[in-house]
DNA sequence: TAAAAACCTTGATATAGATCAAGTTGCTTT
DNA sequence: AAAGCAACTTGATCTATATCAAGGTTTTTA
């Protein structure tokens, strides 16, 4: 498992087989089953989780019970709730597996050692984080700006292994429309 | 102007004169007529822009024409466009000031320069990134589950006086809805 | 300070997408 | 392998929001 985290960091920074040692001896290694939750909406999330393998999504439950995901997590992605580690806060979004996966789980004060220890890896990090706020804000625009067809179609174009990978209903949330709406733009997008 | 960056710097971290002095010596002062553009989308994106004074808007224009507000920058917050900085591309992005502005404008090595100097400031920035995801992560949640009236409280909750200070049709365009419907929703709030 | 723009509201109408409902197919689980 | 559940599709209808249009108000500019 540690195999797959340890490529992921060689393949973007170099680092000695010290410095793996060090990151492998904060690492929690955890296995979810299919359906299982990592994080539950009402607790306090403590780490930051990086997806060895599977699939998980994070999701936002509505007064109405309505689920929202806010975005999916494949391998060697990254996940977790950053408002709820920042805050010290209870989270309001759930992550549950939608395959059996398996996940690295490093605390926050682990995390801030390895960034102060290793600099490299803090780059890396601080890359990471700088793409995901810039693919927050091309989905902000997808969400205030496209019609449903449009937004499948980003949506395929970006992720298009997930497109096959996890439910369309799914898809469909995350996309802020119905699965009703969603079957029927598909079968408008095939047509074409 | 440098006095107002420098408060909004001291108000949370401590930096001695020379600091200051550094900081100052790579700051490019810039003052806006309302209406003048700081980025035309085509243009390459050059600097981080701290905003001292004034309102200025981020949006991008689609293939009809529509623009679409990104978000809204007032004194003491940061602009620009994260992703031309980052890949060196041509920018999607359009700022221009709502008002008369002044901006400080760094350049990426410059800045990268006072984060590696001051790690007081490379934490600040860093914050600041976290809390802007953070912004980004509940702004997508409020546009793929939210009603237009609930957009509209959502967002007189979070930037009360942003409400009064940007014309209406610019904030119905941040929320994804039309200025009629905003129109007719801010009606709905009044009578309750 | 008058003319021109930009902005906001209101009404009438249209429509994309939601909701409700039923049937089908395809996974899980025992 | 059967039963039960979850996922997808399709049709009918409804509704929130968009679009189109016009009038009134405020702000800008000459």
């Known amino acids: 498992m540690f195999e797959i985290f340890q490529k992921y960091i060689s393949d973007q920074i170099t680092l000695s087989e010290e410095d793996y040692e060090l990151i492998k001896s904060v690492c929690i290694f955890k296995k979810l089953r299919k359906r299982q939750y990592l994080l539950q ?3 306090i999330w403590k ?3 990086f997806v060895c393998k599977g699939c998980l999504r994070n999701y936002r439950v509505d007064e109405n ?3 929202h995901i806010m975005g ?3 391998e060697c992605w990254w996940t977790g709730d950053r408002e709820s580690l ?5 989270s309001a979004n759930n992550i549950d597996a939608l395959e059996d996966s398996e996940v690295i789980l490093i605390t926050k004060p ?3 050692m390895l960034c102060a220890q290793l600099p490299a890896f803090n780059d890396l990090i601080n890359g990471i984080l700088n793409k995901s706020f810039i693919a927050s804000q091309n989905r902000i625009h997808s969400a205030i700006s496209f019609t449903a067809e449009q937004k499948y179609r980003s949506f395929m174009d970006k992720y298009p292994d997930l497109t096959h990978r996890v439910p369309q209903h799914m898809i469909a949330s995350f996309l802020g429309i119905t699965p009703e709406t969603l079957s029927r733009v598909r079968k408008e997008v095939a047509k074409k």
């Open 110 to 112: 682990s995390f801030e």
């Open 86 to 90: 920042l805050t010290g806060k209870p």
């Open 41 to 43: 909406d009402g607790d």
């Open 65 to 67: 019970g309505g689920e």
């Open 47 to 49: 780490f930051n989780a």
């Open 72 to 74: 999916f997590s494949k």
